[in-house]
């Protein structure tokens, strides 16, 4: 075989120089004409099925579902970091911020180079403006900018906000609503103008189209002032999937990337599921019951009180949460200020219950209408459940799933024509439960998220100055607000049923994430990327570090404020 090999070399020999002199001729030709080109990179697309509908794209008026799309299409001046951090705030759209000695004047310097995503840049008249937009159209958590006396454009990239009293300014600039600042170019379009599906933000991705109740798709602002790299995302495919069990097969089958919500009874096999992971994290969660007390019979106290001692609280949180909740103590959650220890709390029971209604004058009992939003997986477990035990008091509950649009609309309408109890799902707009006292309890000119018609003039002014005396006099603002809670339980103006923990639903292959419980149903997609084979241990090594330290910073801070549980099934 040797001896034929030899024989075989300088046939193989010359065939080679053939190729070389041809490749040659070939290789020349080449570099003298246009090089092909590159073939284009492959768009990441983040594929999410979530069951959060949109009631408005106005950044001016959100304050409902769609935040988890606002808070990736707009910034604010300044973010809120989740609790265990080494400092409490940190910069947006605003890189640095000063105080006067009596808080009544904050100085922000913005950030230069930013481009909203209609090319206008930042600059102090676009804070102003929104600011002001916002303030005078009075909806959603306007509320929140009504400290606010007056904005002074200082110069081109400093603004100062002059307050009506020292309210704490930081909580209200870092909102998860009311805080967006947007392009001033809008103002020619107005609010249908945002809700045909256009944005008017700075922030890392852009509105690409909208079909309601079916699919958002948000695109990469490729000016960003925070930049990209490859490892992260150009599009966020955002699918509407009203049933928790679709979510968790698309999440199964690789259709669906991240799952907002699955039934909670698959939380512990998902988790043991190669390749997906399940986040547990202490949130500001709660879920409440609105009484409608503008109509009898839930204009009687005692009816209230009634209703709230025959809810099976405990039963609630097993079987809606699997015991991944705690039972609420009025309407704000524990572990945000200013929760309290020493507050009255319900129990139950349906003896107490059933003497309260005798007292009340309905010794036969009584029938309500609740309602609920059909797309809540934890509202529809135990929606029944109250049903059942109200019935062994012989009152008569007429349970309706809906979309939550619509039960929204039902309730804005003449309260003598709107169900008897609303159940909701509420988290705070801002790191102050002020917001959950505001907003669901503070009087109205017109219905908003007031949707228990509870107006007392007295409650108002309590949180009032509670709220702008945080501040300067924290002991005080504490015992307001704790006078404040009291009246809202001793009047049962609503049922305050649990808070409990959020859960995120991911693939393995999506990094980046962080739980903040004041932005507790967002995820911030900037945040996130996938791992290729182009990339390496040591490259992604420092953020994964970084990423396990913050998640258990969260943990042990909220550990102390005694609602912490677990942060995550599995790190």
């Excluded at 009631?55 to 990736?72: F, K, L």
């Excluded at 001033?184 to 189209?209: R, V, Y």
């Excluded at 097993?318 to 705690?326: D, I, L, R, Y």
């Excluded at 999506?510 to 390496?536: A, D, E, K, R």
Aim: with cysteine.
């Amino acid at each position: 075989m040797s001896s034929t090999k030899s024989k075989l070399r300088p046939a193989i020999a010359l065939v080679i120089i053939a190729i070389i002199v041809v490749a040659g001729g070939v290789y020349y030709y080449n570099m003298n004409q246009q090089q092909p080109p590159p073939k284009p990179r492959v768009p990441k697309i983040l594929q999410m099925a979530c069951d959060l509908d949109v009631t408005t794209w106005d950044p001016s008026g959100s304050y409902s579902t769609e935040v988890m799309e606002m808070a990736n299409m707009y910034e604010p001046l300044i973010w809120a970091n989740p609790p265990g951090s080494s400092e409490p705030i940190k910069p947006a759209l605003a890189t640095s911020w000063e105080v006067s000695p009596d808080g009544l004047n904050w100085t922000f310097h913005l950030r230069s180079g930013v481009k909203f995503h209609d090319g206008t840049p930042l600059n102090a008249e676009a804070v102003k403006y929104s600011i002001n937009r916002t303030k005078s159209m009075g909806l959603g958590a306007a509320f929140l900018w009504s400290y606010v006396n007056s904005v002074d454009v200082v110069d081109n990239l400093t603004v100062r906000l002059n307050l009506a009293y020292a309210a704490p300014i930081t909580r209200i600039v870092s909102a998860e609503y009311a805080g967006w600042i947007f392009s001033p170019k809008s103002a020619a379009n107005g609010t249908a103008w945002f809700e045909q599906g256009h944005d008017a933000g700075s922030g890392p991705f852009m509105l690409e189209s909208y079909k309601p109740r079916d699919e958002i798709v948000l695109t990469r602002f490729q000016d960003y002032w925070g930049g990209w790299n490859d490892t992260q995302f150009d599009k966020i495919d955002i699918h509407f999937v009203s049933d928790p069990v679709e979510e968790r097969q698309m999440l199964e089958s690789g259709d669906a990337d991240i799952a907002c919500t699955v039934p909670i009874e698959s939380v512990p096999i998902l988790n043991q599921t190669n390749g997906l992971i399940i986040y547990r994290s202490p949130s500001f969660f709660n879920y409440v019951g609105y009484m409608n007390t503008a109509k009898a019979p839930l204009n009687n106290v005692l009816v209230r009180q009634a209703i709230s001692y025959a809810i099976p609280y405990q039963d609630l949180i097993n079987v809606a949460q699997k015991g991944m909740a705690t039972q609420a103590v009025g309407p704000v959650p524990k572990g945000l200020w200013p929760n309290q220890p020493g507050l009255p709390q319900y129990t139950h029971n349906l003896t107490k219950a059933k003497e309260l209604l005798t007292e009340a004058g309905y010794p036969n009992g009584l029938s309500l209408v609740l309602t609920f939003a059909q797309e809540n997986a934890a509202e529809q477990l135990f929606a029944p459940m109250i049903k059942s035990e109200l019935a062994k008091i012989g009152v008569t509950v007429d349970v309706r799933g809906i979309p939550w649009v619509e039960q929204w609309a039902m309730a804005k309408q003449d309260p003598q024509k709107a169900q008897d109890i609303f159940l909701i799902e509420w988290w705070p707009s801002m790191q102050d439960g002020y917001d959950e006292l505001s907003g669901m309890f503070h009087s109205e000119s017109s219905v908003n998220f007031n949707l228990n018609y509870w107006y007392n003039s007295t409650f108002d002014n309590l949180i009032d100055t509670a709220f702008a005396t945080e501040t300067t006099n924290p002991t005080q603002s504490a015992k307001m607000y704790f006078d404040a809670q009291k009246m809202l339980i001793d009047n049962a103006v609503a049922l305050y049923l649990y808070d409990f923990d959020a859960l995120f639903n991911f693939h393995t292959y999506i990094q980046g994430f962080v739980s903040n419980p004041y932005y507790p149903s967002v995820i911030f997609f900037y945040q996130l990327y996938t791992l290729s084979s182009q990339t390496t241990s040591s490259a992604i090594q420092p953020t994964s570090i970084a990423l396990l330290s913050t998640a258990r910073q969260i943990e042990t801070s909220l550990a102390t404020q005694a609602v912490s549980r677990s942060f995550v099934w599995s790190l």
